[in-house]
């Protein structure tokens, strides 16, 4: 698929769920499972790309040191959880894996 | 000043705090779309067709590992759900509203515009010239989106192709979701998203994405039941 056709897919969708209940004003109730359900789906969303970007580098699973990805994204995830910076954890996950890169 | 200029002009300044996040995002969006491999002209329009940060970024990695359209589409759809919530939570508030405001005020409905807008509505009620308020939010937004994006676009190009800058998407994720793991039914959820994203990631299309998107979605909202099951139904 053509990305101007997926971009105009994912635009027309994303507008259809900001205007849905503005337009349906009172003919509909959300259930309470999926209010509750949409918490998951930022965390769930992005660690089902994290993980393999991480531990699938070349499209295999690597967990050798000479994983440089791998090793510099959980060096990125300690930043991440002592800092909650997003660009602190971007700098540091990057300059981890340019030295990785340099060194070995 | 008049009333609506005066509450047009006040949501603008209820949004300004919120800009400081929203610009780097931006920029560091419109310079991995770049690197993910969107030309610019599709980096920059995304961010006004699609017009959600999260959603941007996940579409430009997908597009970088070659993900099938329909895949990338049912992704931008996932991610945000959420907004169905925000459109539940201001249509009282603009109910009677004519047509054309209420599809700009829905195309405005961010994340950002809606965190600024349901606050006023909250606390300071409900006024005749209240929507005027959201569209000035929404628009200040909007604004800051497209030239952020402009310019890490700019800013991208001029980034050496033999940088490893892929690699900074994954890590935009890691940012977005380690301050969200605060109990344990989130971090099942992501933990075993992750999961079945490596055990799944030779099917074809990859399905892996979203299987592992629906497992994690299943597990944290299946432990939280547990936890709360008063509230369940």
């Known amino acids: 698929m053509n990305i101007w056709v997926v971009m105009l897919l994912g635009g027309a969708l994303t507008f259809g769920m900001r205007i849905s209940f503005i337009y349906l004003f009172g003919r509909f109730e959300i259930p309470g499972m999926v209010k509750r359900a949409l918490r998951f789906v930022p965390p769930a969303v992005l660690s089902a790309i994290i993980a393999p970007a991480l531990f699938m580098p070349n499209n295999t699973l690597d967990l050798s040191l000479s994983n440089h990805r791998l090793i510099a994204g959980a060096a990125a995830i300690l930043i991440a959880w002592w800092t909650k910076n997003t660009l602190l954890t971007i700098l540091a996950g990057m300059a981890a894996l340019l030295i990785l890169q340099l060194i070995f | ?233």
Do not use: C
């Open chain 2, 1 to 233: 000043m008049n009333l609506t200029m005066k509450s047009f002009w006040a949501g603008v300044r209820a949004e300004s705090p919120l800009l400081v996040g929203v610009f780097p995002f931006g920029l560091i969006y419109g310079a991995l779309a770049l690197a993910a491999g969107l030309s610019p002209a599709a980096a920059q329009m995304m961010s006004s067709i699609v017009f959600a940060g999260s959603s941007q970024f996940v579409a430009a990695q997908l597009v970088h590992d070659s993900a099938p359209g329909l895949v990338i589409v049912l992704t931008i759809g996932v991610v945000n759900l959420r907004h169905v919530l925000y459109s539940a939570s201001v249509a009282p508030y603009i109910e009677h509203l004519p047509a054309p405001w209420k599809t700009i005020l829905a195309y405005l409905l961010t994340d950002e515009a809606y965190a600024a807008t349901i606050i006023h509505y909250e606390e300071d009620g409900f006024t005749p010239t209240s929507h005027w308020f959201f569209l000035g939010a929404g628009l200040v937004l909007w604004t800051t989106w497209q030239v952020s994006s402009a310019l890490g676009i700019f800013l991208g190009a001029a980034i050496p192709s033999s940088w490893p800058l892929d690699f900074a998407l994954p890590l935009t994720f890691i940012a977005m979701v380690m301050p969200v793991l605060k109990d344990k039914p989130v971090i099942a959820a992501a933990l075993s998203a992750g999961t079945v994203a490596l055990l799944m990631f030779s099917l074809p299309y990859r399905l892996g994405l979203i299987l592992a998107a629906l497992a994690g979605i299943f597990i944290g909202t299946y432990l939280e039941n547990r936890k709360s099951p008063k509230e369940a139904l």
